[in-house]
């Protein structure tokens, strides 16, 4: 059975660890294999260290756990942009359970969130070009992409990035 809850300090390493891992999966051939294999740990664990440290009053993080052990997770920005609304900025679901609706839960819920928050946003994110299973899977959910356009990656190197959004919090649903 999956559970839902917000972070809670504890969970940092494993938010972190979950990450990296995601992204050595699906930036395979984007990223560089020196970066995927050689720094992205230390660089997620780094990223969440600080994020942690330093907390954003309009940043929210909900879990997905699976027997107590993290499956998921999904971070969101409210009002993070004037005209598109609330930011999801990262969305990571273990390999193990991908497939089972996991993902579309934690948009769902947070979708949910941010209108409970701040009613009558948009919601938006950034992926990869090239990252076509997470493409096909936002335009499930009902995502339009929005704009494509370069942008830099972690790696020193540059990939297109497309900006997918939805007008409100209420349009976030798996389609059928």
Same mark, same amino acid.
């Given at each position: 059975?999956?559970?839902?809850?917000?972070? #809670? +300090?504890?969970?940092?390493?494993?938010?972190?660890?979950?990450?990296?891992?995601?992204?050595? *999966?699906?930036?395979?051939?984007? =990223?560089?294999?020196?970066?995927?294999?050689?720094?992205?740990?230390? #660089?997620?664990?780094?990223?969440?260290?600080?994020? =942690?440290?330093?907390?954003?009053?309009?940043? !929210?993080? %909900?879990?997905?756990?699976?027997?107590?052990?993290?499956?998921? =997770?999904?971070?969101? !920005?409210?009002?993070?942009?004037? *005209?598109?609304?609330?930011?999801?900025?990262?969305?990571?679901?273990?390999?193990?359970?991908?497939?089972?609706?996991?993902?579309?839960?934690? /948009? !769902?819920?947070?979708?949910? %969130?941010?209108?409970? *928050?701040? +009613?009558?946003?948009?919601?938006?994110?950034?992926?990869?070009? #090239?990252?076509?299973?997470?493409?096909? =899977?936002?335009?499930? /959910?009902?995502?339009?992409?929005? !704009?494509? /356009? +370069?942008?830099?990656? +972690?790696?020193?190197?540059?990939?297109?990035?497309?900006?997918?959004?939805?007008?409100?919090?209420?349009?976030?649903?798996?389609? *059928?």
């Amino acid at each position: 059975m999956i559970t839902y809850r917000l972070v #809670e +300090p504890q969970d940092e390493a494993a938010i972190a660890q979950l990450h990296a891992q995601s992204w050595q *999966k699906h930036y395979r051939g984007i =990223f560089s294999d020196a970066y995927l294999d050689e720094q992205v740990v230390q #660089e997620r664990a780094d990223l969440w260290a600080e994020r =942690f440290a330093q907390p954003m009053p309009n940043r !929210e993080i %909900l879990l997905a756990e699976k027997n107590g052990l993290l499956v998921g =997770f999904a971070c969101i !920005e409210i009002n993070e942009d004037p *005209k598109f609304g609330t930011l999801l900025d990262n969305l990571h679901v273990s390999r193990e359970v991908q497939g089972q609706g996991i993902g579309a839960q934690l /948009m !769902e819920r947070t979708a949910q %969130l941010a209108e409970s *928050k701040q +009613p009558g946003l948009g919601y938006y994110l950034w992926v990869l070009e #090239e990252n076509h299973q997470a493409r096909k =899977f936002y335009a499930l /959910m009902g995502a339009i992409n929005h !704009e494509t /356009m +370069p942008h830099g990656n +972690p790696d020193g190197g540059t990939a297109m990035v497309c900006r997918y959004i939805w007008r409100s919090t209420e349009e976030v649903r798996l389609r *059928k």
